[in-house]
């Protein structure tokens, strides 16, 4: 399984960022897909997955901000981040969870998302 993320970058507060992660090579059922991110001193926290029942799951902190979409056809995961916080700035993760107890996740590479005051 590969997942390859880009988007993150520098931006000012209440701008906007559009993550995407493109995957590859998997053949199992998928539990869930999405995004996590981790800042300095953190750990790691769910933003926003799409789950397998077809439902999507957003942090509290980020609804009504950030939208988690798909586009089946160029196996390719988006997280559109608008109204963009100082509080955001973390590295963002592309994740691929086999089932609910995190046992043999898959994980990209991780790209960095700053936001300025």
């Known amino acids: 399984v590969q997942l390859v993320e880009s988007g993150g970058g520098l931006v000012q507060a209440g701008g906007s960022l559009r993550l995407s992660c493109v995957h590859s090579?998997?053949?199992?059922?998928?539990?869930?897909m999405g995004w996590h991110r981790q800042a300095p001193g953190n750990e790691r926290e769910l933003v926003a997955t799409?789950?397998?029942?077809?439902?999507?799951n957003y942090a509290d902190s980020v609804k009504g901000r950030f939208t988690i979409s798909r586009d089946n056809a160029k196996n390719t995961v988006y997280l559109q981040m608008n109204n963009l916080k100082p509080e955001d700035t973390a590295v963002y993760y592309c994740?691929?969870?086999?089932?609910?107890w995190g046992l043999g996740d898959y994980w990209g590479q991780g790209t960095q998302v700053t936001v300025s005051s």
């Open positions: 994740n691929v969870a086999q089932n609910p």
């Open positions: 090579g998997i053949t199992f059922d998928i539990y869930s």
């Open positions: 799409f789950r397998s029942g077809g439902d999507t």
